[in-house]
């Protein structure tokens, strides 16, 4: 997705500001471990073959199942494609009838590569199969993201600041106001050009 869900700043900048503040810098571990554990057992994996097909050491698979260890967004999001599941799977909170999200509210993960923050806002409901995201990211490192799961279309639509973004070898400069498309399950970048840049992720899934 690191210091950051100690709230400590992300590798490459600040933690980024919001409307009203930060946006919120801890993980909701409890819900994490829970999803990892439901979603294993509804895969059939063991503890070894998930983390072997994630990439990721054993121990820290077995830490986040126990609700600790610090996961980055790209720790989750490498069990979310090891599982087949939306990354949105693992950090979306119990939901009730009536959600309201504050600005500097939010499930929020960071990268370890670069200044980049995401904050869930929606998943996508049984049938929909999209995910919303505010997200933050800031100059001087380039946030690489490898292919999620089949199937997966980005939606980005710009708030302020300026980026390039887009599947590998076919980037685009957006700025305030502008929507771009592509598919997302294939390697695809992130990265800011002006400080306190912000857009909104939308992912949908087959």
Known sequence: MSDAETGAPSEGGKTPPSEGGKPPSRLPLDWIAGSLRRERARAGLSLSEL???AGIAKSTLSQLEAASGNPSMETLWALGV????PFSALIEPPA???RVIRAGEGPTVHSEQSSYTASLLS??????????????????????????????VEHLVMSTGRLKAGP?????ELGPGD???????????YEALVPGTTFVLIMQHV
Request: proline share 14%; no cysteine; net charge positive.
């Open 51 to 53: 983390a072997k097909r």
């Open 82 to 85: 090891a599982l087949g599941v």
């Open 96 to 98: 009730p009838s009536v």
């Open 123 to 152: 998943p996508g409901p049984p049938g929909a199969r999209r995910d919303i995201y505010r997200t933050w990211i800031e100059p001087g490192s380039v946030r690489t993201s490898e292919p999620h799961i089949p199937g997966t």
């Open 168 to 172: 590998r070898g076919e980037e685009v």
């Open 179 to 189: 929507y771009v498309t592509y598919r997302g399950d294939v390697p695809h970048s």
